[in-house]
């Protein structure tokens, strides 16, 4: 079956990185693009963008620009989510998520999240 | 960037009840090339991520119950769940993929009455 199995909980202090990982199985990785989204405690979902695990082309939403960085290793089923200097408001669950048949957007497959904490 | 909001925030329905929740989208998220609205719904628990319910508006995924229902067109969608089951409860996302970036509902936390 589809399955997106995500990094553990990392606790950072601000103006540091944090790279998560998401490892996908049960479908054809690269056929289908991998967006991740996030959700700071108690809020609701935000989309982040996406990456295209088979050439490796990303789209990051504005907000975003120029601190994260979507990456993939094709060997391993693997895609990467790293944001760079953060912030108090960056903590949030992070989430990678995909359609599995590749129908639309509407995203079929979530991995677990992983939790972010920034704090000093 | 298309903004989508629903209504309510929170609404308290009783076992055996229809609750109806609200999703408007800024701008039309009808994709021509298909004539589909690129509208989706999720249903969120307490510690878990979201689980796809509904999505091209009206189109139940495989395995949502029956008492699970979407509609609408352009602009306004709806999510119907008939006859409100304990299990239910939870937090409903409605979510537009026409256009990114993509965006989300701010959310409807549904209780029981």
């Known amino acids: 079956q589809v399955q997106l199995v995500q990094s553990g909980a990392e606790v950072k202090k601000p103006g540091a990185s944090v790279k998560v990982s998401c490892r996908a199985s049960g479908y054809t990785f690269t056929g289908y693009y991998m967006h991740w989204m996030r959700q700071a405690p108690g809020q609701g979902l935000e989309w982040m963008g996406w990456?295209?695990?088979?050439?490796?082309?990303?789209e990051y939403e504005q907000r975003f620009q120029g601190r994260v960085r979507m990456t993939r290793d094709t060997s391993i089923n693997t895609v990467y989510m790293e944001l760079r200097s953060l912030r108090a408001d960056d903590t949030a669950i992070y989430y990678c998520a995909s359609r599995s048949d590749g129908q639309n957007d509407a995203f079929d497959a979530w991995g677990q999240g992983t939790m972010v904490t920034v704090s000093s | 960037d298309i903004v989508v909001n629903q209504s309510p925030d929170s609404l308290a329905v009783s076992l055996g009840e229809r609750a109806t929740i609200s999703c408007k989208a800024s701008q039309s998220v009808l994709d021509s090339s298909n004539n589909k609205n690129d509208l989706a719904w999720y249903q969120q628990k307490p510690g878990q991520p979201p689980k796809l319910l509904i999505y091209w508006t009206s189109i139940r995924e495989s395995g949502v119950p029956d008492r699970f229902s979407g509609s609408g067109s352009g602009t306004d969608f709806t999510l119907t769940i008939n006859s409100l089951q304990a299990e239910d409860v939870a937090v409903y996302y409605c979510h537009q993929f026409y256009s990114t970036p993509y965006s989300f509902g701010q959310g409807t936390k549904l209780e029981i009455k």
């Open positions: 990456i295209n695990p088979h050439r490796g082309g990303t």
